[in-house]
């Protein structure tokens, strides 16, 4: 399973390569990066999330991005046979025989983004609890072929132009991964900024009325937490909307760690959720539920 493959220990699959630790800091090791010559470790693999950040190199992921970067494949069958190859998991040369052999990576072919009117679509952020208004003001809507084949998706921007993508059936990225950056910018400069994990969370927020009259960032994935501390300067509140996962938590601590007081964490509010758009969404079918009921 591809998911057994994610489990890998990022630090124990770079020590069978011959990669160990310059720099331990608690749930962070430090080494100098595998990925290209350095004399000043700038690698970091984050335990906690088990996930790994190339300050020189500005990109970062999980193990499979790392194979990736590692060994150049032509295809993911490629990717996970590389891995088993460098650290043997009995399920990974079943996941990897798998999966039918192609000579090419996927090509994203005639990708094109206009505004977002598909009915599909509105509909299944409506499913999410997203009303039609918002989701058409503030997203996108993609078109694009696979080798062939056409598909849509909502879509998302980010800082570097790139495309966070989504649709009931598939969740991904067009071009280079990082954060979303969104002013608010009506009456001056905001001393207030909210943070989200993913843009549905985000969208969640405009529903609810709670991000009126404050900037807004989304993370798109919680490997870009350091990818966010240039934004965050000069703000007196920095509103935290991250998930209630181990994942989501080890973000919050480390970003509390650098910002003290100044950040709050809002998850409180969804307590209860893994995430600000579960809880709508729970909200919502309760609702309907009373209401349907009382007729």
């Not at 052999?101 to 599909?120: D, G, I, K, T």
């Not at 300067?233 to 509103?239: H, L």
């Not at 994942?247 to 509390?256: D, Y």
């Not at 969804?270 to 539920?289: A, G, R, T």
Request: with cysteine; hydrophobic share 35%; charged share 20%.
């Amino acid at each position: 399973m591809i998911k057994e493959i994610k489990s890998i220990p990022l630090a124990a699959f770079l020590s069978r390569l011959g990669h160990e630790p310059a720099v331990r800091k608690g749930t962070r090791l430090w080494y100098k990066s595998p990925l290209r010559q350095e004399h000043t470790p700038s690698f970091k693999v984050e335990t906690a999330l088990n996930c790994w950040y190339d300050f020189g190199l500005g990109r970062g992921g999980n193990i499979i991005d790392l194979a990736a970067e590692l060994y150049q494949p032509t295809d993911l069958r490629h990717i996970l046979r590389c891995i088993a190859d460098s650290y043997p998991v009995p399920s990974v040369p079943t996941v990897a025989s798998s999966f039918p052999q192609r000579h090419s990576a996927p090509s994203v072919e005639q990708f094109e983004v206009v505004p977002l009117e598909h009915r599909a679509l509105v509909a299944y952020l409506q499913e999410r609890s997203i009303p039609a208004h918002i989701a058409t003001a503030n997203c996108k809507e993609a078109h694009y072929s696979v080798n062939g084949k056409p598909y849509f998706a909502v879509a998302f921007e980010n800082v570097c132009g790139g495309w966070e993508l989504r649709n009931r059936y598939f969740k991904g990225c067009r071009r280079r991964k990082d954060i979303s950056y969104l002013p608010w910018a009506r009456d001056g400069p905001s001393t207030e900024c909210a943070m989200f994990e993913g843009f549905i969370d985000y969208l969640s927020a405009l529903t609810l009325g709670i991000v009126s009259g404050t900037d807004a960032i989304i993370l798109n994935s919680v490997v870009n937490v350091n990818k966010v501390m240039p934004y965050l300067r000069g703000y007196k509140t920095i509103n935290c909307y991250l998930d209630n996962d181990t994942a989501g938590q080890t973000a919050l601590s480390e970003l509390t760690a650098m910002y003290g007081s100044i950040l709050i964490d809002r998850s409180t509010l969804y307590s209860e959720f893994n995430d600000l758009n579960d809880y709508i969404v729970n909200q919502s079918f309760n609702k309907h539920k009373i209401s349907n009921e009382n007729k």
